[in-house]
């Protein structure tokens, strides 16, 4: 994400707001129905009985086409678009932050430790600020298996904004935040991963390319592919449980670590380890793209931003 071609502008605030929020919305249009496919395996069931097999990623995928409609690949979308613009900015913008301030300061270099360490704030950042709300509302509206098709089958929430409301009215706000500890620990490592092995692989491929000021689009891709996929390889058994914890409604007088504990039991006694992987394949299939394109639009999109600002002398987006 360098651009150290000695004749523009540092890259500003606005910038990273305005390139992640673009990069967000796109890898939100492309990438959906893998998300919803992988919320309905982390809360399905199937397998239970004794000589039965968890229906796998293309079959869940064809059961919801099948019973609900192409269409429901789709729920949860207003859900995740109206949190993934402030998501991807709110994450860019202060991976930034954190890297400028746990840069060198004499050389300006951020060493990869430091990086990994930005990329824990940020994930923690973006978990706080917009990731738990944002989910669980999607996953209250993609664990609803009700068809499209059939306007008789009358959903519980009818869009994002409906089942906002609800939540609240009949669970209280705080519900909202149900798993705000987990989705943090979730975040801050798969952006600590991410942005790690995403500029020490980019620092690669600028060493092995010298003559090439800006990698091009298919490279930064490719890039984007390897590093989104650390994330999830590094902590499944986490965002399994908490989308379990927030699908499932308020039992009064239970702590959050009392229900962590509760349903990591239950999946272990009745479905076993292998359980704790559930969805990892479509999370996997859902994340690398999805950094794919997020890494690819933001550079493209940080780049004409930059490119249309006045000459200065100094670095951009240094590291």
Not at 225 to 230: N, R
Request: charged letters at 20%; aromatic letters at 8%; proline letters at 6%.
């Amino acid at each position: 994400m360098s651009r150290n071609n000695g004749s523009k502008k540092p890259v500003g605030f606005a910038t990273h707001v305005t390139a992640g929020g673009i990069a967000g919305a796109c890898e939100a249009l492309t990438c959906q129905p893998l998300d919803t496919i992988k919320v309905r395996m982390q809360l399905s069931r199937s397998g239970r009985v004794p000589g039965t097999k968890p229906r796998g990623f293309f079959a869940t995928g064809a059961y919801i086409v099948r019973r609900e409609t192409p269409l429901a690949l789709y729920k949860g979308l207003g859900a995740v678009l109206s949190g993934i613009v402030p998501k991807m900015s709110i994450r860019f913008a202060s991976f930034e932050a954190y890297k400028s301030y746990l840069a060198d300061p004499e050389t300006g270099k951020t060493s990869m430790g430091n990086i990994f360490i930005a990329g824990l704030g940020a994930g923690t950042t973006e978990a706080v600020a917009v990731v738990t709300p944002m989910e669980v509302v999607k996953i209250r509206l993609q664990a609803q298996q009700h068809s499209l098709a059939d306007p008789l089958e009358t959903p519980r929430y009818r869009n994002a904004g409906h089942a906002v409301y609800t939540i609240i009215r009949e669970e209280g706000f705080s519900t909202l935040y149900r798993g705000v500890s987990l989705t943090a620990l979730r975040q801050a490592t798969n952006q600590g991963a991410n942005f790690t092995v995403y500029q020490e692989a980019k620092k690669f491929a600028q060493r092995m390319q010298p003559g090439v000021e800006e990698l091009p689009s298919y490279q930064t891709m490719m890039i984007g592919l390897l590093s989104g996929a650390a994330g999830p390889l590094s902590n499944a058994p986490i965002d399994t449980i908490k989308t379990r914890l927030q699908k499932a409604t308020a039992t009064p007088g239970t702590s959050a670590l009392s229900r962590i504990m509760t349903i990591a039991k239950d999946m272990w006694m009745q479905e076993g380890v292998r359980s704790f992987y559930k969805g990892l394949t479509p999370r996997i299939l859902r994340v690398a793209p999805g950094q794919s394109v997020v890494f690819a639009v933001y550079e493209r999109v940080s780049g004409i931003i930059e490119r249309m600002q006045p000459s200065t002398g100094g670095d951009a987006y240094s590291e």
